[in-house]
């Protein structure tokens, strides 16, 4: 953390995942935050729609019992729940970089006046 080139080599998605998480992201994604938004939506749109076909193609009168008819259902939405938190974690990164420049601007107007 402390090397000379730490900022060079550190991306804010990987500071807002160590802020999330404490930990350095494994998955790095590519492309400006407006493309990232669109893909993510794209995702979370087609993952609702695979889990309505997986809904409507599951014979619901075999599952008999209310776990097992649980776990098929959290097994179909896993998704869902991806692209949802990929949504997420875009927009807590979005948020720190505005915090940042708003931070910026704050420090930059305090020392004009003093």
């Known amino acids: 953390m402390y090397d000379a080139d730490f900022w060079e080599r550190a991306s804010i998605t990987q500071l807002v995942?160590?802020?999330?998480?404490?930990?350095?992201?494994?998955?790095?994604?590519?492309?400006?935050?407006?493309?990232?938004?669109?893909?993510?939506?794209?995702?979370?749109?087609?993952?609702?729609?695979?889990?309505?076909?997986?809904?409507?193609?599951t014979d619901w009168e075999t599952i008999e019992d209310d776990h097992d008819r649980d776990s098929k259902t959290e097994s179909m939405y896993g998704d869902i729940?991806?692209?949802?938190?990929?949504?997420?974690?875009?927009?807590?990164?979005?948020?720190?970089?505005?915090g940042f420049q708003l931070g910026q601007e704050f420090v930059l107007k305090i020392k004009g006046r003093a």
């Open 81 to 98: 729940m991806q692209a949802y938190s990929d949504q997420i974690d875009l927009a807590f990164e979005v948020g720190v970089v505005v």
């Open 17 to 57: 995942e160590f802020i999330k998480n404490g930990t350095e992201s494994c998955k790095t994604d590519t492309g400006t935050y407006e493309e990232r938004q669109q893909r993510y939506s794209k995702a979370f749109i087609a993952s609702l729609y695979q889990f309505r076909d997986m809904v409507l193609k």
